[in-house]
């Protein structure tokens, strides 16, 4: 606390990222990254990118590569806003669509950085509890709203929801801004950019982060009707006119149009998540239906914080969210299979000493 601090700077309550420790030996499966990396395609791209043009501000429309992601869902470059990182492009929706009066709506088991947002746009938000199988049910969003948050699969349960179930909620709620953040769509979910064109009212939100295996370059973006694509552009033109930088620009556009990278990639994953699934499943893991790149797993009857911490002391790092609804669930992200092997060794180990 400093007496310097503005009274909101004073009342935020900020998102903690799961860690990024120094030492190269651990196992880092706590942040959901790709164990595979960008497409070298992109990697070549930015080498490229970095020469003395670095001088020049970059195009502050990203023109570029808007034109290549609205390309493959047969959309104009209206339709697509880009980010630094999906966490800025979400901080600018929720700054731009989410003020009407009534409270925001979002499940109570989601991305934590949600209420983190309302806290600094001053948003009164109301959480809808998941249901007993921590799925999402779409009647209970029905009830007085400022617009309804979803991340399709929602994180960190890894379960999805079908297509239906968000046109449901888009007639629902025709005044109001339903977002979409497909974060992990591509490893299994179903995605509403199909929607787009049909519901002024759908923003969808996605990221270079995962799938892509981008998470240093900090690139995401948004697939929605022109108008509100615009009023992102209004909020972010009165922020940062320069949010991607020249690589981060050409870098994405080339990872973006290298669709065999990321189908590679991806389907490397979803064989090694159903792998760790089964396995978890048969150490005596309650482990939730995933269609990302991460599991959601609880043991039957060890506490979940103990053996995150065991898991540490063998050096692989898994993540552990406190809450009333979480706190006995570890979100384990889905590696190499060598690296997933190393970890149901360590709790085949840790479970065996029972320590
Ligand atoms: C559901 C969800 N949305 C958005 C993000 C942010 O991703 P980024 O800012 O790297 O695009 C994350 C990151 O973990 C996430 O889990």
Known sequence: MSRFWSPLVQSLTPYVPGEQPKLSNLIKLNTNESPYGPSPKALEAIRQAADDTLRLYPDPVSLGLRQAIAKRSGLTPDHVFVGNGSDEVLAHAFQAFFNHGEPLLFPDVTYSFYPVYCGLYGLPFETVPLDEGLRVRVEDFNRPNSGIVLANPNAPTGIALGLGD??????????????????????????????????????????????????????????????????????????????????????????????????????????????????????????????????????????????????????????????????????????????????????????????
């Not at 929607?195 to 969808?204: C, D, E």
């Not at 982060?209 to 900090?218: D, T, V």
């Not at 797993?297 to 692989?316: G, K, M, V």
Request: net charge negative; aromatic share 6%; with cysteine.
């Open 166 to 355: 968000i046109e449901t909620l888009l007639s629902a709620h025709p005044d109001r801004v339903v977002l979409i953040d497909e974060a992990y769509v591509d490893f299994g979910a179903e995605s509403a950019v199909s929607l787009v064109s049909r519901y002024p009212n759908l923003l969808v939100v996605q990221t270079f982060s995962k799938s892509r295996g981008m998470a240093g370059l900090r690139v995401g973006f948004a697939i929605g009707d022109p108008a509100l694509i615009e009023g992102l552009v209004r909020v972010k033109d009165s922020f940062n006119s320069y949010p991607l930088d020249r690589l981060a620009q050409a870098g994405a556009q080339a990872a973006y149009e290298d669709e065999e990278w990321l189908t590679t990639c991806v389907n490397k994953v979803v064989a090694t998540r159903d792998m760790l699934s089964s396995a978890l499943g048969a150490l005596g893991f309650d482990v939730l239906p995933s269609c990302a790149n991460f599991v959601y797993a609880r043991h039957i009857d060890r506490d979940a914080a103990s053996l995150a911490a065991a898991l540490r002391e063998r050096a692989i790092i898994v993540r552990h969210l406190k809450g009333p609804r979480t706190s006995s669930w570890l979100r384990i992200t889905v590696g190499t299979d060598a690296q997933c092997t190393s970890l149901l060794d360590a709790l085949k180990d840790i479970l065996r000493r029972n320590d």
